[in-house]
């Protein structure tokens, strides 16, 4: 059985939560997922928004890492962040806080160790969110560096490749999303990532931020491939490699889109 990765970035709660996170949720039961990371997550007191989306049951395994606090409202235990769900238990945990401008954005990555049936036993699973403004490719350089460093240094020994998922807020050619890649270096370091859709892409352009979305539309940005499914090199045998990858969440229902992006799904192969 191949493993199965979802991204996908929540909108926190903006719009028509309640239809969109049902239509998030039907997503979710027609690609059957192992493990999702999802990025613009709201939790606190009264607050969860991916139980709103997956109830008690389904991927019951879940962690969930503050960037900072949500900015509406008085309610300063409301966390904006990034969240994990998985099929399996998860084991083990460690936070990354990513570098920022001191202009009060703050992003965060979560690196949860699962115990799920993959080479060695243990799979290594990162969920992201960098800064997001078109203008700032200089401090995500920064971050990808810190995030690349970071995966690495928790990457199971010679067993299943380690994923770093995420809203990367960055195009295909920008220098930070090139580095990890491989192809660019960045402060005399270079890394290699395999880029889920470049390997095994659907054959489309792979775009996730769509002005065929109203909620995205009104922001007035081009459309781009901001959202990503990184792997690192798989197993001599082959556990690890990218078999398929496809955009998700990109179809409205009755006017309700799931969220202001699309999502990316993928299947990694599991065999040794």
């Known amino acids: 059985m191949p493993l199965r990765i979802l991204s996908l970035n929540l909108w926190h709660d903006s719009g028509p939560w309640p239809e969109r996170a049902r239509r998030i949720r039907e997503w979710i039961e027609r690609l059957d997922p192992d493990v999702v990371g999802f990025q ?16 008690e049951e389904r991927l019951p395994h879940r962690d969930f890492v ?10 300063r235990d409301l966390s904006f962040g990034n969240a994990v769900a998985s099929r399996w238990p998860i084991v083990g945990r460690t936070e990354l806080r ?12 979560l690196t949860v160790k699962i115990d799920a049936p ?14 997001w403004k078109l203008h700032h490719g200089c401090i995500r350089e920064r971050q990808v560096v810190a995030l690349a460093d970071h995966v690495l240094g928790l990457r199971p020994k010679g067993g299943f490749p380690p994923l770093l998922v995420g809203d990367f807020n960055a195009e295909p050619d920008s220098d ?43 922001a007035h940005e081009p459309e781009r491939r901001i959202d990503y499914i990184f792997a690192g090199y798989p197993t001599q045998a082959g556990a690890g490699r990218i078999d398929h990858c496809r955009v998700v969440c990109n179809e409205e229902q009755a006017g309700t889109w799931p969220s202001d ?3 990316l799904y993928a299947e990694l192969n599991t065999s040794e």
Request: charged share 25%.
């Open 40 to 55: 613009e997550v709201l939790a606190g007191r009264d607050v969860d928004l991916v139980r709103d989306v997956l109830g």
């Open 66 to 75: 503050r960037a900072s606090p949500f900015w509406r409202g008085e309610d």
């Open 176 to 218: 930070e999303i090139r580095f990890l890649q491989g192809l660019h270096s960045l402060e005399g370091r270079s890394v290699l990532f395999y880029d889920a859709w470049r390997v095994a892409g659907e054959g489309s352009d792979g775009t996730t931020w769509s002005n065929r979305n109203p909620y995205a539309r009104s």
């Open 261 to 263: 992006h699309f999502g």
């Open 118 to 131: 993959v080479a060695s036993g243990r799979l290594s699973f990162t969920c992201t969110h960098l800064h």
């Open 98 to 109: 990513l570098p920022d401008l001191g202009d009060g954005e703050r992003r965060a990555a």
